[in-house]
């Protein structure tokens, strides 16, 4: 049917000369026109490169002292926004700095603290940072977040369900049968790019097993599991290993080259509580007599690596980065003490800046690009004097990293997440695992929602530097940072078949 109808349209077509003439007769005036445009087109760009590149003309004469400070102020960031290099090309490297506890207000009022009346207040490093993205804080009450939940979400791209992490919803909470099925485990953002043979570096301040790092390298149906103590006998013999042990273990964990941090609580057991060094008996501490530090140590002399394992200050101090493709350095048996000026007493555990340079050494030598994650963070209950130090000493550390990175090769992102989520208020036991104290929305009374709601993380920011920083401009949905990352790196989904970079190290 459809051949027979074809037919006489050719024949008509062909005989018809004057079609063929009016056609041709299109197509050259067309061409015609397009050439024209593009002439006016390069005009026109040319134009306004110069103009852009040239310096803003503007008058100023007569403005009084106190009107020209904020006039020059302004036009810096003018001529800084006109000549913004936009480094549309994938990075080799990327730097995350991840911050918990800390909102807008705190931050103004840092800015404000550290300036000491300085008008206009100098910025935090990050905030020279060219482009900025906000993320949608998806906890509510009836979407209750952990830590653990959001720094999947945030740093892995898909959002488990509550108290589930590393895993997609279909996995519910504590099922451990679920949780070993690989079709629901989600690709995090180390297991990426140690698949393209980046080196990988985690540095916290906080316990190496504890949310944010460990959405990174483990999976678990019930993020309360964190070392031996935590995991009930019934879920380990249904195949659920705690989170401490997959760092270790798992792949990924064991294919890290920087851990660092603190955390020794859940790693070794029955380690030795002192007044500088405490326990922290309301989180996970083993008693399985463990020693997975050196458990990490014999896998490393087992695969001939070139490591090391540091237990302070000094050892960090003395280790020659250049030198080793594989740390790990447990500082402290919970968090490290983190006040910028700290005491004679605590001096033994070294600083976020010391931990980071030394990371950035191990994860440059002999190196295809790399990935380090660095978290610090401030608890719900600190002061303002403690938020202050803390954004104080991050700002130098941010300083110190992009001195020694290029902007045109390294993605460094600056996250600042509230993150005081629902945690503290369901932390439940071992034994029972119930999910207590869940704030009923239905049932609170105003005031009481109030609360909760006053106590409700805000959404997190990004300040966002290098290759494919633009792509943060807006706000986004919590997920999204996860992808930018791949798609700069051009890994996982986006990975690219011809830039083969060899195999993980
Ligand atoms: C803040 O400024 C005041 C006076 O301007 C000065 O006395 C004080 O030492 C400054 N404080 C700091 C921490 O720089
Ligand atoms: C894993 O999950 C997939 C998708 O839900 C399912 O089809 C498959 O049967 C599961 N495998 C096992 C071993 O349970
Ligand atoms: C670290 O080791 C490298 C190579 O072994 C050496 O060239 C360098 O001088 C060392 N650096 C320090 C500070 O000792």
């Not at 009084?64 to 003018?78: N, R, S, T, V, Y």
């Not at 209750?144 to 892995?156: E, G, K, M, R």
């Amino acid at each position: 049917m459809e051949q027979t109808k074809a037919v006489p349209k050719i024949k008509a077509l062909r005989l018809n000369t004057v079609r063929i003439f009016t056609l041709a007769s299109t197509i050259l005036l067309s061409m015609v026109i397009t050439v024209m445009c593009i002439g006016f087109l390069m005009r026109y760009e040319v134009d306004s490169e110069v103009s852009s590149i040239e310096d803003i003309s503007y008058w100023r004469d007569g403005l009084p002292p106190e009107q020209q400070l904020w006039f020059d102020e302004a036009i810096k960031e003018l001529k800084a926004a006109l000549n913004k290099n936009w480094r549309l090309q994938p990075a080799r490297n990327a730097i995350v700095f991840v911050t918990s506890g800390i909102d807008t207000e705190t931050m103004a009022a840092a800015r404000a603290l550290l300036a000491n009346g300085t008008k206009p207040q100098p910025a935090l490093s990050w905030e020279r940072f060219p482009h900025i993205g906000r993320l949608k804080n998806s906890c509510s009450n009836t979407d209750l977040c952990d830590p653990f939940t959001v720094a999947s979400a945030i740093l892995n791209g898909v959002r488990p369900r509550f108290r589930v992490g590393g895993l997609d919803s279909s996995v519910s909470f504590r099922d451990c049968v679920a949780a070993l099925n690989e079709s629901h485990h989600v690709k995090s953002l180390l297991e990426q790019a140690q698949e393209i043979g980046l080196r990988t570096g985690l540095v916290t301040t906080r316990r190496v097993t504890s949310a944010g790092m460990a959405a990174l390298y483990a999976r678990t149906p019930n993020t309360a599991w964190e070392c031996d103590t935590a995991l009930p006998l019934a879920a380990a013999a249904a195949g659920c290993t705690d989170t401490a042990r997959q760092l270790i273990e798992s792949r990924t964990g064991r294919n890290v080259n920087v851990i660092m941090g603190g955390g020794r609580q859940t790693l070794v057991s029955d380690v030795p509580n002192s007044a500088h060094d405490p326990v922290d008996e309301s989180v996970c501490n083993s008693q399985d007599k463990r020693n997975l530090i050196s458990d990490w140590q014999l896998l490393n002399v087992k695969l001939r690596r070139k490591f090391a394992v540091l237990q302070n200050q000094d050892d960090l101090r003395e280790l020659n980065g250049t030198n080793v493709n594989h740390i790990m350095g447990i500082f402290a048996n919970n968090y490290l003490p983190q006040r910028k000026s700290q005491s004679d007493q605590r001096r033994q555990s070294p600083k976020l800046a010391d931990m980071t340079m030394k990371a950035l050494q191990v994860l440059k030598r002999q190196s295809n690009g790399y990935l380090l994650i660095v978290e610090t963070g401030v608890k719900s209950t600190a002061s303002v004097a403690e938020q202050t130090d803390m954004l104080s000493h991050l700002s130098d550390v941010v300083q110190q990293t992009v001195a020694k990175i290029s902007e045109d090769d390294t993605l460094a992102l600056v996250l600042f997440t509230n993150g005081n989520y629902v945690r503290d208020a369901v932390e439940s036991s071992a034994e029972t695992d119930a999910e207590t104290n869940v704030f009923d929305f239905t049932e609170g009374s105003a005031p009481a929602i109030e609360e909760w709601l006053s106590n409700m993380a805000t959404e997190a920011l990004i300040y966002a530097r290098g290759p494919r920083s633009y792509l943060l401009h807006g706000v986004h949905e919590e997920t999204y940072m996860s992808y930018v990352l791949s798609y700069a790196l051009q890994m996982g989904h986006f990975k690219s078949d011809t830039a083969a970079k060899g195999k993980p190290k």
